[in-house]
């Protein structure tokens, strides 16, 4: 058994993420019948009704953003500033979804597959469709190789944005700049304001000591669960064997033979996933592990809080 990683091709859904890919999980979340959400953030109540304006208490006002509904515009602010604003209910102070997605150069790496990078691109994809049908406005923060925030939409439009946001910055070259897991902790909460639930999408390898008080901070904003993307030598023992493996144009072949060298090579490659499942467990966050060859769909439904029950 060999483990070789791919080459690099435009949106082959394997090493390059295929934005059709994408936008064709919608089709996925719209065969399932959504649950009532129940929010973890802890300055809102449950959003029970889709029905805007009626029965809910007027929140505040803020400047219209694209998707948003025509129907909710704040006449009387508009008038007075000049800009279109939008009226905020109680239910859509709970209706957002930040999702924190990791682009560090590790995650382009497979050996089952897809990429790390590809699968948590799906994943993004998955939890965006999900936040939208339920009627919630989602938004991407990258951190790592790319920087770059899309701010929050509702609809099929603050979906699809999310999608050619996840292609196109998967086709950006990737450096080797590090950012540490607490900067990009640091920067959610500092515009999760508003958001009820934050998804971090990673490898763990970013994971640093701070990163445990920086998440802490986070909670007190919103609710957090965590998905670890991982390959499938990084969550087990690899059989014995010679490995062919790939990185910057460069190609070695790793002999794994004996218990201890299978065993030393799993904790190396796999230390990330393990320190950032370890962080999410002891705060008591939702959380789950997956491989590059897993059906994300479970795993996205749980941990948004949204399980969906099939039609």
């Not at 965006?128 to 925030?149: D, Q």
């Given at each position: ?13 394997r ?9 064709a ?16 953030a ?23 953003q ?110 080797d ?9 640091t ?11 934050v ?18 901070d ?65 705060l ?23 399980k969906?029950?099939?039609?």
């Amino acid at each position: 058994m060999s483990a070789v990683a791919f080459q690099r091709e435009e949106g082959d859904g394997r090493s390059r993420v295929s934005l059709a890919e994408l936008i064709a999980l919608r089709a996925r979340v719209g065969h399932v019948r959504m649950a009532p959400l129940v929010s973890r953030a802890p300055r809102y109540g449950q959003q029970s009704s889709r029905l805007y304006g009626r029965g809910m208490d007027y929140a505040e006002s803020r400047a219209y953003q694209a998707g948003d509904d025509v129907r909710r515009l704040d006449w009387r602010l508009t008038a007075r500033s000049g800009k279109l604003h939008t009226k905020l209910f109680q239910e859509d102070r709970e209706g957002c979804l930040l999702i924190l997605l990791d682009t560090h150069a590790s995650m382009v790496f497979g050996t089952r597959q897809r990429f790390k990078s590809v699968q948590a691109a799906r994943i993004a994809a998955l939890a965006a469709w999900y936040a939208t049908r339920a009627g919630e406005r989602v938004g991407v923060l990258a951190f790592g190789s790319v920087e770059h925030l899309l701010r929050a939409q509702a609809g099929p439009r603050g979906a699809l944005a999310v999608c050619g946001a996840l292609a196109q910055w998967d086709s950006w070259p990737r450096s080797d700049r590090q950012q540490p897991l607490s900067d990009a902790l640091t920067r959610a909460a500092h515009i999760s304001h508003g958001a009820s639930r934050v998804l971090l999408v990673s490898d763990g390898f970013s994971c640093d000591p701070p990163a445990r008080q920086r998440m802490l901070d986070l909670t007190r904003h919103a609710g957090v669960s965590v998905l670890v993307v991982a390959d499938a030598l990084e969550l087990s023992l690899a059989p014995a064997g010679r490995y062919p493996l790939e990185h910057s144009g460069e190609r070695r072949e790793v002999l794994l033979q004996s218990a201890r060298q299978r065993g030393d090579f799993r904790r190396a490659l796999g230390g990330g996933a393990t320190r950032l499942a370890a962080l999410a467990g002891s705060l008591g966050l939702r959380h789950a592990s997956i491989d590059t060859t897993a059906d994300p769909f479970d795993a996205v439904a749980g941990l948004i809080g949204r399980k969906g029950v099939p039609r």
